[in-house]
């Protein structure tokens, strides 16, 4: 008897231990399958809501092409990343259609994407941005467009 309960908890701690790894590899998918909009950046001195008046910046990371696409806040964005872990880069934009943007934020986000060294998603779901030790840039979630 006291075999097969033995045998019976070795199983039961596999089972959960097996859970448990699978769900920690699948740690880098929380960036896809979902648009994230920018709903705070550091550094500049004007309000947020007067740096994006019109559009706030949304990005989509693209798993397949590794690409990242979206808007600046005004124009269009899409660049190549790169994802190792927590350590996330952004490439150069490409081209997008350049029109006048209200309020300064294309240049925020452009300059503040390029200083990107990882990122971390917290227990509200908020993706931050991070340039070293510091997050200089949130996202929401918000739904696939």
Known sequence: MKKYTFAALSV???LFA???ASKSASSGDDLFGTAWELEYVSGPR????????????QITFDKKETKVYGNNGCNGYSATYTLNGKSL???EAGPTTMMYCDGGGEEVFLKQIKQITSYSIDKDGKLSLIQGDIPV???KKVAKQ
């Open 18 to 20: 097996s859970c448990s």
């Open 89 to 91: 880069t952004f490439g």
């Open 46 to 57: 004007i309000a947020f809501n007067g740096l994006y008046p019109n559009k706030k910046p």
């Open 137 to 139: 840039m949130r996202f």
């Open 12 to 14: 039961l701690t596999l």
